[in-house]
């Protein structure tokens, strides 16, 4: 896999409904290879179980371990260790945001979020780092 290649999306959402659109928007219009999980241990048990995300798509607020939290337990790991990582939250005042900028996001997508041009802004932050 190259530095540039994008294609397996680790998508932590403990929203079902959300996580449904967002994996229609992701794997039928953008293309990619989605492994869906509602849970950051849930996401920590799918690194451990071999799934190797390109990037990490994160909501923040989830119960019992947020965003931040699964981040910093997915940073111990090999795998994700130097992942990037996009944060998905309707939390997006310009403070909050920073504060996500400091824990390594690539980016911020606002929630709600426009299913038909989510592949597009995920593919414009990835390649700013690409």
């Known amino acids: 896999?190259?530095?540039?290649?994008?294609?397996?999306?680790?998508?932590?959402?403990?929203?079902?409904?959300?996580?449904?659109?967002?994996?229609?928007?992701l794997e039928v219009v953008g293309g990619y290879t989605l492994k869906t999980c509602s849970s950051g241990a849930e996401a920590i048990a799918a690194i451990e179980g071999g799934f190797v995300p390109d990037l990490l798509l994160l909501d923040v607020m989830m119960p019992n371990m947020d965003g931040p939290t699964t981040l910093a337990e997915l940073r111990k790991m090999s795998t994700t260790a130097s992942t990037p990582v996009i944060f998905m939250t309707a939390k997006v005042q310009s403070s909050e945001q920073d504060y996500y900028f400091t824990l390594g996001a690539i980016g911020v997508i606002a929630k709600p979020f426009d299913p038909m041009s989510l592949s597009v802004q995920v593919r414009t932050l990835w390649e700013k780092v690409s």
């Open 1 to 25: 896999m190259s530095a540039n290649s994008l294609t397996n999306i680790l998508y932590v959402e403990d929203d079902l409904d959300i996580q449904a659109v967002a994996q229609i928007a």
